[in-house]
């Protein structure tokens, strides 16, 4: 069971109003709630790394290790990874307008010396105004030069491709957990300087039984992406990789409280629209001081700032004390 976005509103909405302090809009609680999540959240990893180096009862129920663990668990999910194939396009420039054009998503292309490459096009009057990535194929070397179909004469001229194959990781994803392959085998993560050293011998060389990864920057991915992203090296090249799963700490998603607008122009909440917080329900007081805290500021009210805040540290103390 989340923490409903509304009830954390409402009680926020009370504590301010209660001495006429100030409002909290919609937007604005959406925003400070949803860093009060990710500071709540981020936090977990810190405390179960201190909690791991601390003697614990057994009690249950406060064994504050597994309940730190209880807390994360709510994100650690599996899924698959996407292929970055090495001669993937990442950079194209468009270096022949052409005639006969339409506007268009994921028009084909000719030449080159891969295949899958298709683009976007923009066109005016039959012309060719822009292009972006739809697929970026594999294969490609840069300098290709290929003819865009749909039309006559559109050319583009490949700039840069990936010159390594690679996977990446789904876009939710918070910290990487363990790579698998074929649900059974997990790969070992070496560092770039200790797979060189590996890869020496055939005795400790990545083999379908023994199978390593690296973990770092990758090129900007696929369909002309500019984000950075680490990508996941899988050695030997031979793993396929549809057999390869990631076990992950996904991103929480951010609290939205959705509202319509009643009759005399007021909010009313949506629950259809709303995306609640993803923390543990027993999170509940702390979202609320941190977020009245941030709502000092927004609303200049040191005394606010002051009063939670302190709540806020005092909780801490007293949950790693």
Known sequence: MAINVNTVYQTVLSILNKEQRGYLTPDEFNKTAT??????FENYFEDLNQQLRIPQVNTEYVDRQKNIDDYISIFKTIG????????????????????GYTTSNAVATTG????????????????IQSITIADAGEGYVSGDVIAISGGVGGVATISFVNPNEYFRSPSNMHRI????????????????????????????RPSTDFPIYIYENSLPGTNGSNTLMPGIYVYPRTVPYTDITLS??????????????????????SA?????????????TEVILRILAYAGIIIRDPQIIQAASQAVQAEEVNSKS
């Open 35 to 40: 860093q009060v999540q990710l500071e709540i």
């Open 177 to 204: 957990g363990t790579v698998i392959y074929k649900d059974m085998v997990e790969l070992q993560r070496l560092e770039r300087n200790e797979f060189l050293y590996v890869n020496k011998s055939p005795l400790t």
């Open 248 to 269: 992950y700490v996904r991103k929480p998603s951010d609290v939205s409280w959705g509202f319509n607008v009643g009759n005399l122009g007021q909010y009313v909440y």
């Open 80 to 99: 698959p990874v996407t292929r970055i194939a090495q001669g993937a396009v990442v950079s194209i420039g468009l270096t022949s307008f052409g005639t």
């Open 272 to 284: 259809s629209t709303s995306t609640q917080f993803e923390l543990h329900p027993s999170e509940q």
């Open 112 to 127: 080159g010396t891969g295949s899958g490459l298709t683009l976007n096009i923009i066109a005016t009057a039959g012309i």
